[in-house]
């Protein structure tokens, strides 16, 4: 009888197991889908409103040199200034932009990759193991409840 309840027992534990390393395969797969998703996401968010920015940039640039044009009376001056002007913000962006840059993509992508609703591994798994306890000690009840 001890020997069938312990074999039990331990058929409990394998099954368990099984049942915990299929659960935490299942996770990452959602967790890499969802990710994955985010991303890809971002990046068309990031094409489509990227080129749609362009565009009214490109416009507003031609519209700025023509305009700069009728100050100076030469349509090539205007667009040297707003041309010298870009290239201002280009020397200035290699300088000190770089690092903003990086930090400020760094973050929004570990924002993606890990959300605060996510549960910890580690977490997960202190749970999986309390609520495995808590079924041992309610087994453990009902088997002497039966041997008594």
Do not use: C
């Not at 797969?29 to 094409?47: C, D, I, Q």
Request: hydrophobic share 45%.
């Amino acid at each position: 009888m001890a020997f069938s309840s312990l074999k039990e027992s331990l058929h409990q534990v394998t099954d368990r197991l099984e049942d915990y390393s299929v659960s935490m395969a299942e996770y990452y797969k959602l967790r890499l889908f969802k990710s994955t998703m985010k991303g890809a996401v971002s990046l068309v968010n990031l094409l489509v409103y990227g080129s749609l920015f362009l565009f009214v940039f490109l416009f507003l640039s031609i519209g700025a040199a023509f305009w700069l044009a009728t100050f100076f009376e030469h349509v090539y001056v205007g667009f040297l200034l707003i041309g010298a002007f870009y290239g201002i913000i280009l020397i200035f962006m290699f300088i000190f932009g770089r690092k903003i840059i990086e930090r400020n993509m760094l973050h929004k992508f570990s924002g993606l990759l890990y959300d605060e609703d996510d549960l910890d591994p580690k977490v997960a798994t202190e749970n999986e193991l309390n609520e495995y306890q808590h079924t041992l000690s309610e087994e453990r009840i009902q088997n002497e409840k039966i041997s008594n």
